[in-house]
Structure formats: C-alpha cells, structure tokens
C-alpha cells in the first residue's frame, strides 16, 4: 500500500516563502513520476508543478514559474516544492500527486494514481 505523507504548509505573509514535502511510502524500491496540485475554495483542483521520475525534467505552471521549484530526492522518494515571494492568490490547499508507471513529467491529474491528503497553505495580504 502506497501512502503520500505531505509537511511544510501553514500561513505566511505576501513575499514569504514555505517549503512543502512529500514523502511516498509503501514502495520505496520503486521510483515515481511526483507532483504538486492545488485547490482554492470553490476553484477546480489545478497543476503547480511536476518533476520526471528521474528528476531531470520540471514543469510549472505559468502562475508559478519563476517564483516555485520542485525537486526529488530519488533515495528518499520525497519530493518538495519551495514556494517564495508567495502571494494571496496562492492560498489553497496542495496535493502531492505520484505516479509509479510514468518516466516523464506528468501534469494531468488523472494520470496519477495515488495522492495525498493535502496541506493547507494560506497567504495573508
């Protein structure tokens, strides 16, 4: 049974910055295409970003690029996304996603099978 175990969400003001993590547990030999979703209330769920299974290739959403990285570490089957110069519009709650069929960059929600329970990330003005 695999199991996403996502840390680092919490308020912040406009400008600051969080770490978000996400371990996948249950099948640690294998590696896993990983990514991070978001939901504001009353929105639909929406991709932030994606990394391959090898962690060489990265996709963000434009909203987010230049601002989010995501990275792997393969050994520990954790992925994170750093999130700085936060703004109000980033406020939701984020999703880890992991794929352990899929070697490349993953951004569609349905193509992932397991998810996390989700972490509330909230920006104040």
């Known amino acids: 049974q695999v199991h996403l175990i996502e840390s680092g969400g919490g308020q912040v003001q406009t400008g600051g910055s969080l770490r978000l993590s996400c371990v996948v547990s249950?099948?640690?030999?294998?590696?896993?295409?990983m990514g991070w979703f978001r939901q504001a209330p009353e929105k639909e769920r929406e991709f932030v970003a994606a990394?391959?299974?090898?962690?060489?290739?990265?996709h963000y959403a434009d909203s987010v690029k230049g601002r989010f990285t995501i990275s792997k570490d393969i050994a520990e089957n954790t992925v994170y996304l750093q999130m700085n110069s936060l703004k109000p519009e980033d406020t939701a709650v984020y999703y880890c996603?992991?794929?352990?069929?899929?070697?490349?960059?993953?951004?569609?929600?349905?193509?992932?099978?397991?998810w996390g329970q989700g972490t509330q990330v909230t920006v104040s003005s």
């Open positions: 996603a992991a794929d352990p069929y899929k070697s490349y960059v993953v951004i569609t929600a349905i193509e992932y099978t397991y």
């Open positions: 249950g099948r640690t030999s294998d590696s896993f295409a």
């Open positions: 990394v391959s299974w090898s962690g060489a290739s990265t």
